[in-house]
């Protein structure tokens, strides 16, 4: 991490810094609460801590992102943002309405360089890692900026995590940690394509937050097709240390399944994808794949997704499809920060 990054301090990093600026420790405290849970973003709105204080912290940068564009979608609430950095990169992050409650859906990298065949994002290639407080600004400004309170956290957006882990485990420490927003670790989902080393890592972490694994196929061969990281880790690889993860936290895995018209939505596959999955505490999310324009991939039709279902469901599987949110919105992962390139690319 950037050591003037003062967002992406721990209360513990921020009583030592205190100590270092000769300061009281319970100034920490205070300076925390107004980072993470009243989402200041200037030491002047900071009006208990006195100016000498907020002179010195001068030199540390609130990091905050700037909204350059947001999307209603008129079918479902769902608001779909895009920030600029501050070093002028832009990320895209989603805000989702459920009976249950709110849901944001953050990025965390600047592109990805998993290369995934269907993905948007993955096109670009990996710019640079996000460090924790831009993970959690993403959460700050939404909340701000609609008014609403914010339950669940799922880093689904751009990016692989678990490339980025050590500003992702930064990142869940603050957002879970008290005197920030609080929110449970049950609360949050962690998307990833499957890095085995690091899944396993982060089952030694003990934490309470769910992963999400996206499989996309029934086996090896089909998987490699879609995602390059499949010739680095197998699906026995990948399943074996799911099962180690759902032993060592409690968690039930969920899988993420993106159907493709033809490519990996038969009977067939659904039977040898149940096969895999029979021992495994777990749940399978559908969702019908996006077209992207770069490639020729098309979505399952509604039919072959149902019947893909019904046919987890007959060997006990537990599955859900997952319903589209703000499709009328450019909804679909990273494409509206994509749009949004390629229109000032082309105005350069
Ligand atoms: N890198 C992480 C998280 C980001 S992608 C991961 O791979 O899990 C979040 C989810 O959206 C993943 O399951 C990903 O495979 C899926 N996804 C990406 N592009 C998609 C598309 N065009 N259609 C459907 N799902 C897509």
């Excluded at 832009?90 to 592109?111: A, D, F, P, R, T």
């Excluded at 039977?271 to 770069?294: D, F, M, R, S, W």
Aim: a positive charge.
């Amino acid at each position: 991490m950037d050591g003037k990054d003062i967002k992406s301090m721990t209360i513990e990093e921020l009583t030592e810094l205190m100590a270092a600026l000769k300061e009281k420790p319970f100034r920490a405290k205070q300076l925390y609460g107004w980072l993470h849970e009243h989402l200041a973003v200037s030491y002047d709105e900071m009006t208990n801590l006195p100016k000498t204080l907020r002179e010195k912290l001068s030199v540390y940068p609130i990091r905050a992102l700037t909204p350059v564009d947001v999307r209603i979608s008129k079918i479902d609430g769902t608001r779909k943002y895009l920030f600029r950095l501050p070093d002028g990169n832009v990320i895209e992050s989603v805000l989702m309405k459920y009976k249950h409650g709110n849901s944001v859906c953050i990025s965390s990298q600047v592109g990805c360089r998993m290369g995934c065949r269907f993905c948007a994002s993955a096109i670009g290639g990996l710019t640079r890692n996000l460090l924790a407080s831009e993970m959690l600004d993403q959460i700050y400004r939404i909340q701000t900026l609609s008014g609403e309170r914010v339950s669940n956290v799922v880093v689904m957006g751009t990016g692989e995590p678990l490339d980025n882990y050590e500003n992702l485990l930064r990142f869940i420490k603050i957002l879970t940690g008290e005197g920030g927003l609080h929110i449970s670790q049950r609360n949050i989902t962690v998307s990833t394509c499957g890095l085995v080393p690091r899944m396993r890592e982060l089952a030694g972490e003990k934490l309470q937050i769910t992963l999400a694994l996206s499989l996309h196929a029934p086996n090896d061969e089909k998987r490699q097709e879609l995602m390059p990281i499949a010739k680095k880790y197998s699906m026995e690889e990948i399943l074996s240390a799911c099962r180690d993860y759902f032993q060592e936290t409690g968690r039930r895995i969920t899988f993420e399944y993106s159907l493709v018209a033809g490519v990996n939505d038969s009977g067939e596959d659904a039977a040898q994808l149940a096969e895999k999955l029979k021992n495994i505490n777990c749940h399978v999310n559908l969702i019908p794949v996006n077209p992207i324009k770069e490639r020729s991939y098309r979505r399952s039709e509604r039919l072959a997704v149902e019947n893909f279902k019904i046919k987890l469901e007959k060997y006990g599987i537990n599955v859900t499809i997952r319903r589209e949110m703000g499709s009328d919105i450019d909804g679909a992962c990273g494409q509206l920060r994509k749009s949004y390139m390629e229109k000032t690319e082309s105005e350069k």
